[in-house]
């Protein structure tokens, strides 16, 4: 069932990038995944691509300020496929505001409190990306199945985004580098 959403749309303009708001039609990630759990490998790649295309155009954006709320229920998939960052600030979407604030959202997707704090930059959304591809590597199957090699590839990347590694990311831009292609 599709409904209408307001979405964060980016400009890139050179180096610059602007921030711009649509209301485009499409469904939640998290109710998109229980209608559609089979995707195709190259979609899914495409979908961690475009999905730190966005984190990293919304830092850029707004001067490294966190989204804060990465997770399934903050993501539209539109009619065409394309991943967006939901418009947190906008009254329409009210109603998902509730969702994520459930205990279970916030405990999954949120970085715990006593890893954050200065000098930390983006590692709350580094964090909540990380557990988004894990998200979606459980919730999917990808067709044809991901290859040994593709799985040990995303499982650094997670790693590294949720800080389990020694050489953590420290800005989502260094994840695009990383992630397999399809």
Known sequence: MEEMYEVLRFIEHGA??????????????????KE???????????WFRQLCVCVDQYHRCRKQKEY?????YSIVV??????????L????????????QKHAVRNHFVKPVCEMGPGREQKADLF??????????AYTEAVPA??????????????????????????ISQVMKDLPAA
């Open 16 to 33: 610059h990038c602007r921030q711009s708001m649509d209301c485009i039609r499409g469904t939640i990630l998290i109710r998109y995944l």
């Open 36 to 46: 559609n759990p089979e995707i195709g490998k190259a979609g899914l790649f495409g």
């Open 68 to 72: 804060r709320y990465l997770n399934p």
């Open 78 to 87: 539109s009619e065409e496929g394309e991943l967006l960052l939901l418009d």
């Open 89 to 100: 600030e906008s009254p329409e979407n009210a109603f998902v505001m509730k969702q994520m």
């Open 128 to 137: 909540a990306y990380g557990k988004t591809i894990q998200f979606l590597l």
């Open 146 to 171: 991901l290859t040994r090699l593709e799985e040990v590839r995303l499982s650094r990347v997670i790693g590294r985004c949720m800080g389990e590694s020694a050489r953590g990311y420290t800005d």
